[in-house]
């Protein structure tokens, strides 16, 4: 009987030790939990994450237009021509790391531009900011079957490139253009909503202020 209590007392630790916290099932060693929003289940998400509403796609020919640009400059410097040959098989790598690097997302509230491997550049740029994405086509594009998108914003005219982003090579670029807009056009008509619920407000309080003159004048009166 002694033998047989010892055998259960066992098997109730160790069931025991495996409902414990040091035996749950961790995240794969080395993995980076908060690196990439939303796909890790163990991410815990922050105050300053929004959700994406819509993430551009960018054709698979765009790495063929970075080599096409950068054999281009090659040829008009002249001095590059002979490294023309060994940018066109070593070059392959680095623009697909160029095109890999690159995205954009739409939040509520902002566009988010990534671009870059070597020098990344991130752009954040308000939805209230942006003035029109405009659709363009240059030879090289025209070519390969792709256009791009011209994000313009407030204090950045066409002449400019002040507050612009370029997103060459997005797959339905006008279909992404339109939900950027939309989002825009929301963010802008929630704003007048808004005032004028403020002016309510502050309507609804001088009428409490003018009832409580009163009730206190009565008050005083019958004093």
């Not at 959700?51 to 281009?72: H, K, N, V």
């Not at 550049?121 to 090289?140: F, M, R």
């Not at 490139?161 to 929630?190: E, H, K, T």
Request: with cysteine; hydrophobic share 40%; aromatic share 6%.
């Amino acid at each position: 009987m002694g033998v047989s209590w010892s055998s259960r007392a066992k098997v109730a630790a160790e069931a025991r030790s495996q409902d414990s916290g040091c035996c749950r099932r961790m995240p794969p060693a080395g993995r980076d939990r908060t690196s990439v929003p939303g796909s890790d289940p163990y991410h815990q998400p922050t105050m300053r994450e929004q959700e994406i509403l819509a993430s551009a796609e960018f054709d698979q020919r765009l790495p063929m237009y970075f080599m096409m640009q950068a054999l281009f400059v090659l040829l008009l410097s002249l001095v590059g021509v002979p490294l023309m040959p060994i940018w066109f098989i070593f070059g392959k790598a680095i623009h697909q790391r160029q095109y890999e690097s690159m995205g954009c997302d739409l939040t509520a509230r902002s566009l988010n531009v990534r671009k870059g491997f070597l020098f990344k550049v991130q752009k954040n740029i308000p939805l209230d900011k942006i003035t029109d994405l405009a659709v363009s086509e240059g030879p090289v594009l025209r070519y390969l079957g792709l256009c791009s998108l011209r994000i313009e914003t407030a204090g950045g005219g066409q002449g400019s490139n002040m507050g612009q982003a370029m997103l060459p090579g997005v797959v339905d670029a006008l279909g992404f253009r339109d939900r950027v807009l939309d989002q825009r056009d929301a963010v802008a008509s929630g704003v007048a909503p808004l005032a004028s619920a403020d002016v309510a407000e502050d309507g609804v309080l001088v009428e409490i202020r003018d009832t409580l003159k009163n009730i206190e004048g009565h008050l005083a009166s019958r004093s």
